[in-house]
């Protein structure tokens, strides 16, 4: 075979190859943005009508002759006279650097999710566990992040529910702890930790693609009529009262320690040690903390939470009259949703 004419078509092979790479990049994040408001097509007729109308499809030959025909009208007015060897040169570095640095400021990138980690059991506990993310744990910053070890609370559809094991900070649900209508799990500050730094920290790239955003109910507490705002679309989160009460039944179940680092953060911030127990609780319970759920309590702007013994219990407004004396820096157990298919 003429060795000009293989030359030729292996040039023209790589630009076909970059030139569906790049469309196929491209039709990744539309379905990425597409999926981000899928879920509101149910409750809006008009999102619904538009999402038919502009949902990506796939393309057709057409479209694909035509972008080929536009680019390359482009690379002719580009290259002009230039040589046909420096031509594939730039092209080539052109295409990848559209492929790592993105296009029209949005950013390119070819991540592949972390491998899908596995359930197992622990010897001498109870229920199945994942070792997912890392977070500072130990409180030696030299030995790096450790590995967050998440309990299972359920499976379906290829997904596990789980809540880490220790409580990986120690802090308020709010700023504000009052009777106040406003404050609500949509506001409050842990979600926002949360979402933000928690999620960006012990999380990789890779990773964040196997924790899906999932519909976080807002639910009332039990026996109140403080409102409890409205649903939220999360990646992280912490469990209901009933959810709490349905996947981790029992007091045993739903006891907590808080870690060495989540200490530290805390004596750090107040100025004083974090109190091991309380008068009322016995030495069982040394070293467990409360912890926090995302159901408000019996009044506007309060929660409900776990306490140190296990038991749920609720803010009332005899909790809110210790306000000042107590400074509530409760444990947080994140939750997530882990997508475990290959």
């Excluded at 649903?231 to 209901?240: A, M, N, P, R, W």
Aim: hydrophobic share 40%.
């Amino acid at each position: 075979m003429n060795e000009k004419f293989d030359r030729k078509t292996a040039a023209q092979l790589r630009e076909e190859i970059a030139e569906l790479q790049l469309e196929l990049a491209f039709r990744e994040m539309e379905e990425e943005a597409y999926a981000q408001i899928a879920f509101e097509a149910e409750k809006d007729e008009s999102l619904e009508e538009w999402m038919r109308k502009n949902r990506p499809q796939p393309f057709s030959e057409a479209d694909k002759a035509k972008i080929r025909k536009k680019r390359k009208e482009r690379k002719q007015m580009f290259k002009g006279n230039m040589p046909a060897y420096a031509w594939r040169a730039v092209a080539m570095c052109m295409v990848f650097f559209l492929l790592g640095s993105g296009v029209g400021g949005a950013t390119v990138a070819y991540v592949q999710k972390q491998a899908a980690p596995q359930i197992e059991k622990r010897e001498g506990m109870f229920g199945e566990y994942i070792t997912f993310g890392s977070y500072e744990q130990d409180n030696n910053l030299e030995n790096g992040a450790e590995p967050i070890e998440w309990r299972v609370l359920k499976k379906e559809d290829g997904k596990a529910l789980v809540i880490s094991v220790d409580a990986l900070k120690l802090m308020q649900y709010h700023n504000t702890i009052a009777e106040d209508s406003s404050v609500a799990w949509e506001t409050w500050d842990v979600r926002a930790w949360l979402n933000g730094e928690f999620l960006e920290t012990a999380f990789t790239e890779e990773e964040r693609l196997r924790i899906p955003t999932v519909t976080v109910w807002a639910e009332y507490g039990p026996q109140s009529k403080a409102e409890p705002g409205n649903d939220t679309q999360d990646k992280v989160f912490l469990l209901s009262f009933e959810e709490a009460d349905e996947y981790l039944p029992g007091n045993s179940a739903r006891q907590c320690k808080p870690t060495t680092y989540a200490i530290a953060e805390y004596e750090a911030a107040n100025g004083k040690a974090w109190e091991t127990n309380e008068p009322w609780y016995t030495d069982a319970v040394e070293g467990n903390c409360s912890w926090w759920l995302r159901t408000p309590g019996m009044f506007d702007g309060s929660a409900t939470n776990v306490l140190r013994n296990g038991s749920l219990a609720s803010f009332t407004r005899i909790t809110l009259n210790n306000v000042g004396t107590s400074d509530f820096n409760y444990g947080v157990r994140p939750a997530i949703w882990i997508d475990l298919e290959p």
